[in-house]
């Protein structure tokens, strides 16, 4: 899997500390494994995130359980007139207005 990002995601994010960018496919709440959201974190630890995707910027990682919801070729805009990013591929948008935490 690859993930390509954006000259506006990467300008975004260039000035970011440091540490693990992760896909984190939040099912919390959700009631469903398939109705997971996913979100962009950068972390100090790896945690449980066992899988690495090859990227244009920075390695990705995700956790290898929800590979499955991924395409092979990801992409990761910014949209500056909605301050958030954007998750897609080439088949679908999987979250048009994809959330950023920095923790740590």
């Given at each position: 899997?690859?993930?390509t990002f954006t000259d506006k995601a990467i300008e975004k994010l260039?000035?970011?500390p440091e540490g693990f960018l992760k896909l984190h496919y939040d099912i919390?709440?959700?009631g469903c494994v398939v109705n997971g959201v996913t979100q962009l974190i950068r972390e100090d630890e790896q945690g449980n995130f066992n899988m690495?995707?090859?990227?244009n910027f920075r390695?990705?990682?995700?956790?290898e359980q929800y590979a499955v919801f991924f395409d092979e070729e990801l992409k990761i805009d910014y949209l500056p007139k909605h301050q958030c990013f954007m998750l897609k591929s080439?088949?679908?948008i999987l979250n048009?207005?994809?959330?950023?935490?920095?923790k740590g």
């Open positions: 899997m690859k993930v260039e000035h970011e919390e709440d959700c690495e995707l090859e990227s390695p990705v990682r995700i956790q080439d088949n679908e048009p207005r994809m959330r950023y935490i920095s």
